[in-house]
């Protein structure tokens, strides 16, 4: 009998060779898959969102005020008028591009406000967010009016910005020189120690253009008001209060102008009832009020 052989066929061994080669193979890319990950985990975590922290609001105009109180200087033009609503950090317009001059200009003042110390900066330019034409410095170039603040620039004291705006011409007017530095810087003085007492106070301005006696100035015709109004509200021992002024515009021949001083009399004189300055101007001042508030305050002659 034929003795069995011992040895594996060339064919046997080699497919046993291929199967080790393999089995070497996936164990390899394995080692180096689980390498690679963690390697990769390792030097490139995953980014995390870092959180954004809350803006603080700034103190003034760019706070969020509730609804009553943010609309409650803003008057109602009541007559037809052109009127395009610019809103400024410091204060509102509404601004009619026929007369070249706001129809009203209404801001709220804080004591906050008034404690600012920015230096005065004038730098008197056209409006770039106005539609239509408005006035230039060359209008005002010895016309002898001034170019009168409505919103003064001593009440935006709190922020370049709100200051720089102040001297857009759609918050100016022509001025009598002596109105201007006399007896209407002295109200917005009061304003200003108004706001200081009472922490707050709501103020819209304007020009009254009745028969428009004085002309116009500049090659823009700029019209030169015939009056000028403020109205004044406050809250005093949690009652609104009001107060209204009307003053003359009156022309000045120019070689008067640089010699007579500011002509000063008493507030008291330019005093009236808010609804005296709404009947002249068709405009409907502090329409936010309750309607027996609104009564009350607007037919009282008073100061505080």
Known sequence: ??????????????????????TIAAVLFYVIEVAQISFTETETPAKTATPVQPSTPKEHKTQKKSE??????????????????????????????????????????????????????????????????????????????????????ADMKWDAEAMGESCYFTNICPQN??????DWKELEDKCRKWAEKHGRIYIACGPIIL???????????????????????????GEYRGAGFIFHNSPLRKSKISTKPPVNRPLESYLVPIDEVEAITGIDFFPALPADTQNRVESAKEMF
Not at 118 to 141: M, S, T, V
Not at 177 to 182: D, K, R
């Open 68 to 153: 009553a109180v943010a609309q409650l200087e803003i008057p109602v033009l009541g007559k037809k008028a052109p009127s395009q609503i610019l809103s400024y950090k410091g204060f509102t317009v509404s601004y009619n591009n026929n007369t070249r001059l706001p129809n009203w200009v209404a801001y709220e003042l804080t004591a906050t406000e008034v404690a600012g110390d920015l230096p005065r900066k004038d730098k008197f330019r056209p409006d770039p967010a106005a539609n239509g034409p408005q006035a230039n410095k060359e209008d005002y170039r010895n016309s002898g009016w001034d170019r009168g603040h409505m919103a003064p620039a």
């Open 1 to 22: 009998m034929a003795k069995k052989s011992n040895k594996k066929s060339p064919k046997g061994k080699s497919k046993g060779i291929w199967a080790l080669l393999l």
């Open 211 to 237: 028969g428009n006696e004085h002309g116009t100035i500049g090659a823009n015709e700029v019209i030169i008001p015939d009056k000028f109004y403020k109205v004044v509200l406050a809250r005093i021992n």
């Open 177 to 182: 020189p002596q109105l201007n530095g006399g």
